[in-house]
C-alpha cells in the first residue's frame, strides 16, 4: 500500500471522503433501552468519539427484526418507531465532525429465548452454537429468509431517512449472516444451503436488498460496508480459502468497503497454528486491488498505525477509543505520551463512557486494560 497516513483523507467508492483513515470500531455498549432506543449516556459517548476527529463512527450493532436481537438493551433498527432515536444517533455523530455508519445485524443462534421474551432464536439450520448452554435455533422457513432479507433492506431505509452516511452489514462473529456461510451452522439442502456457492446465496441476498433501498431512497452517495470473520476455528468451519472466495465474489459487487474482524491487525490462522500468514495480508493481496479494506485489532500506538496503514487503506480503532476518548486528538497534536494507555477508574466521570458498558469492562479481565 505504501505510507499512508492517519491524517490523509480518503475517498470511498461510492464516493463519500473520509476526512482520515481512521474509524472507529463496532463495539456493543449494552446501554440503549429497552425497547431498543438510543439511551442519553449512549449518545454522550459517541459524540465524544466523534469529536476527536476520526473520519468515521461505525456504531455498535443494531437488529434489523426482533428476533434479531442478540443481547438485552441493543440498539434497534427493527422499527420505524427507531427512527427519532436513530437520527439523534446520526446527528450525535455528525454534529461533531464524522460520518456516521450504522452496523446492522441479526444475531440468529447467538441470541436466547431470555433476550427474544420467550421466542425460541432462528438460525439456517437446528444446529446449537458450539459454546456452554447455548439453545437449539428452530430452523428458518424459506418464507422467514425471505422475510429477514427484507427486513435488512427496511433497516436499511429507516438509516437513511434517519440521516446516517451508510451501514454495514455485519456478516462476522457468528452472527445469522455468518451462519449462514458456515458449514457447521448451515447444514440446509435447500437453495440456501449446501456447498461453499449456495452458503454464499444468503449474505449475497443481504447485500443485494441493502444496495436496493440505497437506490431507492436516496440520491445522495451512501457508505455500504460488508464486516466478516476469516475463518472458523470449529469442525466443520469455515476456512480462510473458503472466505477468500466469498470475498471475491463481493468484491464485484460495488461496496464500499470490507472489514475484516480480526483480534489481532497481524493475527494468524485460529484453524492451523502451522499457518502463520498474517490473516490481512491474504486479504489484502486477493481484493485490495478491487475494494477498499479496514483491517483492526488491538492498534494503539502510532507505530502500530503506520504498519497497518502499510497494508490496508483504513483502520478501525476499538479499545483505545474508548480508554481515551480524545486519542486521535491527542494523535494530532503530536501528543502520543498524553494517552491513556488503560481505562483510568479514577478518571470514570470524564470517560464518557455508560455504566452498563463501564460494569462490562471492569468484570471482563483482559478485555481493557484497567489502572486506579
Same mark, same amino acid.
Given at each position: 500500500?505504501?505510507?499512508?497516513?492517519? &491524517?490523509? $483523507?480518503?475517498?470511498?467508492?461510492?464516493?463519500?471522503?473520509?476526512?482520515?483513515?481512521?474509524?472507529?470500531?463496532?463495539?456493543?455498549?449494552?446501554? @440503549?433501552?429497552?425497547?431498543?432506543?438510543?439511551?442519553? /449516556?449512549?449518545?454522550? +459517548? +459517541?459524540?465524544?468519539?466523534?469529536?476527536?476527529?476520526?473520519?468515521?463512527?461505525?456504531?455498535?450493532?443494531?437488529?434489523?427484526?426482533?428476533?434479531?436481537?442478540?443481547?438485552? +438493551? @441493543?440498539?434497534?433498527?427493527?422499527?420505524?418507531?427507531?427512527?427519532?432515536?436513530?437520527?439523534?444517533?446520526? $446527528?450525535?455523530?455528525?454534529?461533531?465532525?464524522?460520518?456516521?455508519?450504522?452496523?446492522?445485524?441479526?444475531?440468529?443462534?447467538? @441470541?436466547?429465548?431470555?433476550?427474544?421474551?420467550?421466542?425460541?432464536?432462528?438460525?439456517?439450520?437446528? %444446529?446449537?452454537?458450539?459454546?456452554?448452554?447455548?439453545?437449539?435455533?428452530?430452523?428458518?422457513?424459506?418464507?422467514?429468509?425471505?422475510?429477514?432479507?427484507?427486513?435488512?433492506?427496511?433497516?436499511?431505509?429507516?438509516?437513511?431517512?434517519?440521516?446516517?452516511?451508510?451501514?454495514?452489514?455485519?456478516?462476522?462473529?457468528?452472527?445469522?449472516?455468518? =451462519?449462514? &456461510?458456515?458449514?457447521?451452522?448451515?447444514?440446509?439442502?435447500?437453495?440456501?444451503?449446501?456447498?461453499?456457492?449456495?452458503?454464499?446465496?444468503?449474505?449475497?441476498?443481504?447485500?443485494?436488498?441493502?444496495?436496493?433501498?440505497?437506490?431507492?431512497?436516496?440520491?445522495?452517495?451512501?457508505?455500504?460496508?460488508?464486516?466478516?470473520?476469516?475463518?472458523?476455528?470449529?469442525?466443520?468451519?469455515?476456512?480462510?480459502?473458503?472466505?477468500?472466495?466469498?470475498?471475491?465474489?463481493?468484491?464485484?459487487? /460495488?461496496?464500499? +468497503?470490507?472489514?475484516?474482524?480480526?483480534?489481532?491487525?497481524?493475527?494468524?490462522?485460529?484453524?492451523?497454528?502451522?499457518?502463520?500468514?498474517?490473516?490481512?495480508?491474504?486479504?489484502?493481496?486477493?481484493?485490495?486491488?478491487?475494494?477498499?479494506?479496514?483491517?483492526?485489532?488491538?492498534?494503539?500506538?502510532?507505530?502500530?498505525?503506520?504498519?497497518?496503514? =502499510?497494508?490496508?487503506?483504513?483502520?478501525?480503532?476499538?479499545?483505545?477509543? %474508548?480508554?481515551?476518548?480524545?486519542? &486521535? @486528538?491527542?494523535?494530532?497534536?503530536?501528543?502520543?505520551? $498524553?494517552?491513556?494507555?488503560?481505562?483510568?477508574?479514577?478518571?470514570?466521570?470524564?470517560?464518557?463512557?455508560?455504566?452498563?458498558?463501564?460494569?462490562?469492562?471492569? =468484570?471482563?479481565?483482559?478485555?481493557?486494560?484497567?489502572?486506579?
Amino acid at each position: 500500500m505504501g505510507n499512508n497516513s492517519m &491524517f490523509d $483523507s480518503y475517498t470511498l467508492p461510492s464516493g463519500v471522503t473520509l476526512k482520515n483513515r481512521i474509524l472507529m470500531a463496532p463495539m456493543t455498549t449494552y446501554s @440503549s433501552e429497552k425497547n431498543g432506543d438510543i439511551s442519553e /449516556d449512549e449518545l454522550i +459517548y +459517541y459524540a465524544r468519539r466523534a469529536k476527536s476527529g476520526i473520519g468515521a463512527v461505525i456504531t455498535a450493532c443494531a437488529y434489523a427484526e426482533p428476533l434479531g436481537a442478540g443481547f438485552q +438493551y @441493543s440498539i434497534g433498527a427493527e422499527s420505524d418507531e427507531r427512527i427519532p432515536s436513530l437520527q439523534k444517533l446520526a $446527528s450525535a455523530i455528525k454534529d461533531n465532525g464524522s460520518k456516521a455508519i450504522l452496523q446492522i445485524f441479526h444475531a440468529g443462534r447467538q @441470541s436466547n429465548s431470555n433476550v427474544l421474551k420467550g421466542e425460541q432464536p432462528v438460525s439456517a439450520s437446528a %444446529v446449537a452454537a458450539p459454546r456452554d448452554n447455548a439453545e437449539v435455533p428452530r430452523e428458518m422457513t424459506e418464507e422467514e429468509i425471505e422475510k429477514t432479507i427484507a427486513s435488512f433492506k427496511e433497516a436499511t431505509r429507516r438509516a437513511i431517512e434517519a440521516g446516517f452516511d451508510g451501514v454495514e452489514i455485519h456478516g462476522a462473529n457468528t452472527y445469522l449472516i455468518h =451462519q449462514f &456461510f458456515s458449514p457447521h451452522s448451515n447444514r440446509r439442502t435447500d437453495k440456501w444451503g449446501g456447498n461453499l456457492e449456495k452458503r454464499m446465496t444468503f449474505p449475497l441476498a443481504i447485500v443485494d436488498a441493502v444496495q436496493t433501498a440505497a437506490n431507492q431512497y436516496t440520491k445522495e452517495p451512501f457508505i455500504i460496508g460488508y464486516r466478516f470473520s476469516p475463518e472458523e476455528y470449529q469442525d466443520p468451519g469455515f476456512t480462510m480459502d473458503d472466505t477468500l472466495k466469498l470475498l471475491r465474489v463481493l468484491a464485484e459487487k /460495488d461496496l464500499d +468497503y470490507l472489514h475484516v474482524s480480526l483480534g489481532h491487525f497481524f493475527g494468524s490462522s485460529n484453524r492451523d497454528e502451522s499457518d502463520t500468514t498474517p490473516r490481512i495480508e491474504l486479504i489484502q493481496e486477493a481484493i485490495g486491488d478491487k475494494v477498499p479494506v479496514i483491517g483492526v485489532g488491538t492498534l494503539e500506538s502510532r507505530e502500530d498505525i503506520e504498519k497497518a496503514l =502499510q497494508v490496508t487503506p483504513l483502520v478501525a480503532i476499538g479499545r483505545a477509543l %474508548v480508554t481515551d476518548p480524545e486519542w &486521535f @486528538s491527542k494523535m494530532e497534536k503530536g501528543e502520543d505520551d $498524553s494517552i491513556f494507555p488503560a481505562v483510568y477508574v479514577s478518571k470514570k466521570e470524564e470517560l464518557d463512557i455508560p455504566n452498563p458498558l463501564w460494569d462490562k469492562i471492569m =468484570q471482563v479481565k483482559g478485555w481493557f486494560k484497567v489502572a486506579d
